[in-house]
């Protein structure tokens, strides 16, 4: 009966054991399917001081922490490369405006012809480099172009602004001028009444 029982119970803890293995499995799976769709960003933790009291900076503890972690140095060699990659097409939409009329890529160009064109006016040859899909753009490469961007935004903004202006000035002067005419239309018109009273009274 022992025998029988423990022949029962060998398949049994088999199962188990099986069951325990594929459970693990699929989780692992579901793991790895939810880390290759998800958009993974390095996070390093600090620790601003010691007593960990709120707003209370220790600056030669977080710099000593940064140095050991390797972190200053990954950000030295991440700048060193080009940091910052846009798709073509992003750089066209957000971009374009910045270049002067005259010498922007035609409506119809293909992305990476239009996306080189524009880096090409905007940036010094070595802060960029055109991939297949994206553009590949030095440290501080984006920011010069967001200069760029501004810098042409602003200008428009101001010619907007004084095109406004000019309209409602003018606008302002012809009633003002429409406004005197009808004054001295109606100063006329007084005068040549007075004047037509005046001989009525003459015998």
Request: with cysteine; aromatic share 6%.
């Amino acid at each position: 009966l022992g025998a029988a029982a423990n022949a029962g119970g060998g398949p049994r803890r088999k199962v188990r054991f099986q069951g325990v293995v594929a459970k693990f499995q699929r989780q692992l799976e579901e793991l790895m399917g939810a880390l290759d769709a998800s958009d993974l960003h390095f996070i390093c933790c600090v620790k601003p001081n010691m007593s960990k009291q709120a707003w209370t900076w220790d600056e030669p503890m977080v710099a000593r922490q940064l140095r050991n972690s390797g972190l200053l140095q990954a950000v030295q060699v991440y700048g060193q490369g080009f940091p910052d990659r846009l798709f073509h097409s992003e750089i066209v939409a957000r971009f374009r405006a910045a270049v002067p009329e005259g010498r922007r890529p035609k409506d119809g160009a293909r992305p990476r012809e239009a996306c080189a064109a524009i880096l090409g006016q905007l940036l010094a040859k070595g802060d960029y480099e055109i991939g297949a899909t994206k553009a590949f753009l030095k440290a501080g490469a984006l920011g010069r172009l967001r200069a760029h961007r501004d810098k042409a935004m602003a200008d428009k903004v101001v010619r907007l602004q004084a095109a406004a202006r000019g309209m409602v000035a003018r606008l302002r002067y012809r009633e003002a001028l429409a406004a005197k005419q009808a004054e001295e239309r109606r100063k006329e018109a007084r005068k040549q009444q007075q004047e037509a009273e005046v001989l009525r009274t003459v015998p």
